[in-house]
């Protein structure tokens, strides 16, 4: 389980994320590994929707352990972590995502450089 802490209240979690938040496929696992793996379903993948993270476990014989497995790298991935601190900032200000990426393409958080005579300076379009 994923669980994001408030700054206030470090023993508050914000939200967690469980297995039962993801979807679970499972697959057959080709490759070398005897007479079974080729006819029974021990590969997961989890796919968290609302960020589009996914992972996969096949390494293991049992479904469980390739479940927790592939759990444990979709929380680790990039996709999932930038996710989570974007969630976690929508929950502690109370703004929406379009909200938080409106503030931040405000043209006072923007700056804009341009190439001149070779080098880089901040262009002064205001």
Known sequence: MAKVFSKAHPRVPLFSVTISDCRVDTFTVGGH???????SNTGVRVTHEPSGASAEGTRGRSQLHNKQAAFRRMAESTKFKAWVKMEASRLSSGKSIDDLVQEALEPRNIKEEIRKDGVWVVNQTE
């Open 33 to 39: 590994g005897g007479s079974g793996k080729d006819t």
